[in-house]
């Protein structure tokens, strides 16, 4: 019997790595220009809009709350993506707004946004290589068969370590 090897296809995000990426991110929108406001996509983008808020000094925060996922009875990468629904949008087409999430994937939610706020500035902090052209920035790209767990998908806990797992499995 084989295992897969969770570390071979996720990978996993740090708070700390969110941070660094999304002051990275803030540095490089900061030297494009003043923005009116920003724009998170529910609900990945909240916390990336939050911290950009914060180094930006925006206080004009709104958002375009769509889901694309399935059910919620599955989750991590055996999660499909579903149809989308627009439960909330905004008005106006973006123009000198920030629209943020904090990764375009197969580009399917990037698409139907981007579709209404059309003058509005994407900035994701990460990238897939089919969601990649939607964007305006993003700080890092992943390959597209890789399935990413952001901090606030995972809960810390203990692990036994390896040698000690092998040690019960043979009782």
């Not at 930006?56 to 629904?85: M, N, W």
């Not at 939610?109 to 969601?131: C, D, E, I, S, W």
Request: with cysteine; aromatic share 10%.
């Amino acid at each position: 019997m084989t295992t897969r090897n969770p570390y071979e296809d996720d990978i996993v995000i740090s708070w700390a790595e969110l941070h660094r990426d999304t002051r990275y991110l803030s540095s490089v929108l900061h030297e494009l220009g003043a923005w009116k406001g920003i724009i998170a996509i529910t609900r990945g983008g909240m916390v990336p809009a939050a911290l950009i808020a914060r180094e930006l000094d925006i206080r004009l925060i709104d958002t375009v709350c769509i889901t694309s996922y399935g059910t919620g009875e599955v989750s991590g990468a055996e999660q499909a993506q579903g149809s989308l629904k627009i439960l909330k949008s905004v008005s106006g087409d973006g123009d000198g707004f920030l629209l943020v999430d904090d990764l375009v994937d197969t580009g399917k939610t990037a698409q139907a946004v981007r579709a209404m706020l059309p003058k509005a500035h994407f900035a994701t902090l990460y990238a897939k290589p089919a969601g990649r052209p939607i964007v305006d920035t993003f700080v890092k790209e992943f390959k597209q068969n890789k399935w990413i767990y952001f901090p606030w998908d995972i809960d810390y806990q203990f692990s036994t370590p390896i040698k000690d797992r092998s040690k019960s499995q043979k009782t």
